[in-house]
């Protein structure tokens, strides 16, 4: 089974509480037991960022209200 996890934040790239913690698990378990987890969340510009290489998937943008992120 596909798993799409859409979270605000995820350790170790970004976490405020305790929802980064279990983004940042639950998908490892998922995978253990043999579904494909995956996780979407916003590019902050964070030390964990930079101090690690990446694979560009997708870039876009989006409005919100006034701004353009």
Do not use: R, S
Request: charge should be negative; proline fraction near 6%.
């Amino acid at each position: 089974m596909g798993i799409l996890h859409v979270a605000a934040e995820c350790y170790p790239m970004a976490k405020a509480g305790g929802l980064g913690d279990v983004v940042g698990a639950l998908p490892g378990y998922q995978a253990q037991l043999g579904h494909v987890a995956k996780v979407v969340m916003p590019m902050y510009h964070t030390k964990f960022l930079y101090a690690n290489q990446w694979d560009l998937v997708h870039e876009g943008a989006q409005h919100i209200g006034p701004h353009y992120t």
